[in-house]
């Protein structure tokens, strides 16, 4: 009995290393077994690692673009909707629905989506039946991005023949129209790869950077504004985001608007009046006595300064907490926000870049404990 539970132990062994059982009437040659034998779980793994990612056929594609809409029909008939407006997101929301997960791991969460958003990319074919390719840069083992590299040069150099033409001519000048890229930037290494559907080093992207720019510089560049815009991506403004306070109309029909802002422990809340007398006061009192400071009172006037409206609006404010500083600051960003009522859309993305619209976080560093504050130490004496 004890002989047979050392056998069964020894056989579990074995099955865990990966091992493989021959059976003794196939008798192979003392070779090929020990290959077989030797074949761990961890070396079949790397295997699988070295032969790079899994290739899916179009058919595979096909068929699971099927499946999608067959499961996608059931769905929406669980859930009682019209499978013909049936969307991404009533998908989503459905799953969470029927199988509400908690798991932190977003990957681990059930997901239902079509298989051209879960599949990546992959190159067609690319040579013919007798194995010829059909690029000329297929051994390069990039081709995808040195054609790109190849035509953005060959665009450089025919921007440069034609500032040669017009030197010859007489009609050269550096005056030229120049693209606008404000509020775009370029595609990043991994869209760019997503594109090109290949993968590329580091220094490769940096390689395209520079012959853009190099492009970018020339004085003839927007001849080519809509190659160079192909590789550019816009940016969200930031400004869009804000929240603008509505106008409102007093009595008198006299447009206001109100906000708060908030700096350290101070609060500020103000009314800005589309007047015309310029008249600033703070608790009741003109600012020029309750700041007597000339730095507090230049962070109250800066946002009226920065959009050229000074004399325009009366300000009533009121403020409570803090010192001077943080009131000063607190007032700032109220009127920069009140301000967006009476500002174009260009203005606001101005005040937002200038930082007119974004509060200060900083607040004083706590004393730690074992310290004389909070970064300074008692002083050591070695006696």
């Known amino acids: ?19 493989t059982a021959v059976p003794r009437s196939a008798r192979p040659d ?9 074949v761990s779980s961890t070396a079949w793994r790397k295997n699988l690692a ?4 899994e290739k899916f056929s179009e058919e595979y594609i096909k068929k699971q673009i099927e499946e999608f809409n067959i499961g996608k029909r059931h769905l929406a008939n669980i859930m009682g909707e019209d499978p013909e407006t049936f969307t991404q997101e009533d998908i989503d929301r459905s799953i969470a629905y029927l199988f509400p997960s908690s798991l932190f791991e977003k990957r ?16 067609a074919i690319q ?3 007798d194995g010829r390719p059909f690029h000329y840069l297929f051994y390069t083992g990039k081709q995808a991005y040195y054609s790109l590299m190849h035509d953005t040069f060959g665009k450089v150099l025919a921007i440069e023949k034609y500032q040669d033409n017009m030197r010859n001519k007489g009609l050269f000048t ?21 594109l090109l559907v290949e993968n590329i080093s580091d220094h490769d992207y ?7 720019e190099r492009l970018l510089s020339m004085p003839y560049c927007a001849m080519e504004e809509e190659f160079v815009q192909r590789f550019r991506r816009q940016l969200e403004v930031q400004s869009s985001r804000q929240e603008i306070p509505a106008v409102q109309h007093d009595e008198n029909g006299v447009a206001f608007s109100q ?10 809340s103000i009314k800005l009046r589309d007047c015309g007398t310029g008249s600033i006061t703070v608790n009741g009192k003109s600012y020029l006595l309750y700041f007597p400071i000339l730095q507090d009172r230049e962070q109250l006037m800066f946002p009226l300064h920065f959009v050229d409206m000074l004399g325009r609006f009366n300000v009533e404010a009121s403020v409570e907490g803090g010192g001077h500083s943080a009131q000063a600051g607190a007032l700032r960003l109220a009127i920069s926000r009140a301000l967006l009522s009476f500002v174009s859309a260009g203005e606001m993305e101005s005040m937002r870049q200038a930082g007119l619209l974004t509060s200060d976080p900083r607040v004083k560093e706590r004393k730690k404990p074992g310290q004389a504050g909070a970064r300074k130490k008692f002083t050591w004496k070695k006696r």
């Open 50 to 53: 070295a032969a790079g990612p």
């Open 174 to 194: 550096k005056d030229t129209k120049q693209m606008s890229l404000t509020g775009s930037r370029w595609l990043l290494k991994e869209e760019l790869e997503e």
């Open 127 to 129: 040579w013919g039946e």
């Open 259 to 268: 906000a708060e802002g908030r700096r350290k422990t101070a609060r500020a």
């Open 206 to 212: 940096t390689r395209f950077l520079q012959l853009m």
């Open 1 to 19: 009995m004890a002989a047979c539970r050392a056998v069964r132990a020894v056989l579990l062994k074995c099955g865990k290393s990966g091992w």
């Open 30 to 38: 003392r070779q090929l077994l020990s290959r077989q034998i030797c």
């Open 108 to 123: 681990a969460r059930p997901v239902m989506k079509h298989p051209d958003l879960l599949f990546p990319k992959q190159t």
